[in-house]
């Protein structure tokens, strides 16, 4: 088969495409530029000269690079929660076999995350509604897969007896929807760093997994 027709056979499967030829650098620049236009007007509200204005370049330009505004949105969202998985991940390894280090270890990934580029993860959060299948189906896979790092460790330090809470899994949901929504309200010239509002994170969550003391 040649290049051409794999290149239709993508497209007739609604899959994405990016065409990088112009570099990363390009690439990044849209990005950060639909990430931009997009929090303030939605995906919806969005038009593909919206992000190109945005970025300095022409409509072509961006064409270029994607060959529509659904897959800049997927690239976003891709890029996103393949990064945080990697990431809670590496945090969990480094963590030992201690239940309580790997709560605080994984809790610190997740908040910095949401941190590091607010509007971001947002529109990663708000947004998987304007993802067609089969990238809202994978997308939302990917998430549970973060959702059970979460339930591995709630439940293996309860099963160890250093949590004690009666509803492990709830527990674990309630910790990773509350270190989400971090990236709603935090303000960096508020009066706390990323670093304490993590640590506080961290207590937080050990309060809600139901540590034991001794």
Same mark, same amino acid.
């Given at each position: ?6 290149? &239709? ?7 994405? %495409?990016?065409?990088?030829?112009? *570099? ?9 530029? +639909? ?7 939605? $995906? ?5 000269? !919206?992000?190109?204005?945005? #970025? *300095?370049?022409? /409509?072509?330009?961006? $064409?270029?690079? =994607? ?10 969202? !891709? ?11 590496? &945090?969990?390894? &480094? ?17 910095? @995350? ?10 990663? %959060? ?5 993802? &067609?299948?089969? =990238?809202? *189906? ?10 059970? @790092? =979460? ?19 709830? #527990? #674990?949901? #309630? ?8 990236? +709603?309200? $935090?303000? /960096?010239? *508020? ?9 506080? $994170? ?13």
């Amino acid at each position: 088969m040649s290049a051409a027709e794999q290149e &239709a056979g993508r497209r007739r499967r609604g899959r994405r %495409t990016v065409n990088s030829e112009l *570099g990363p650098a390009g690439v990044d620049t849209l990005l950060a530029a +639909s990430i931009e236009v997009m929090s303030e007007h939605g $995906y919806h509200g969005t038009s593909v000269r !919206d992000i190109a204005h945005r #970025a *300095g370049v022409s /409509p072509a330009a961006l $064409y270029h690079h =994607f060959p529509s505004k659904h897959d800049v949105l997927v690239t976003i969202m !891709d890029r996103g929660i393949e990064e945080l998985l990697e990431r809670t991940g590496e &945090a969990l390894s &480094a963590a030992g076999p201690r239940a309580i280090d790997q709560l605080c270890g994984i809790v610190d990934v997740h908040v910095r @995350f949401h941190l590091e580029d607010q509007h971001g993860t947002m529109l990663g %959060t708000s947004e998987v509604r304007a993802l &067609a299948e089969p =990238f809202r *189906g994978e997308h939302l896979a990917k998430r549970r897969k973060q959702q059970r @790092f =979460f339930d591995r460790v709630l439940l293996g330090g309860t099963r160890e007896g250093v949590f004690h809470t009666a509803y492990p899994r709830d #527990a #674990a949901r #309630a910790i990773v929807v509350m270190c989400t929504g971090v990236a +709603s309200w $935090y303000r /960096p010239e *508020g009066p706390h760093s990323r670093t304490e509002i993590a640590r506080r $994170y961290q207590e937080l969550a050990l309060d809600l997994a139901g540590r034991r003391i001794g």
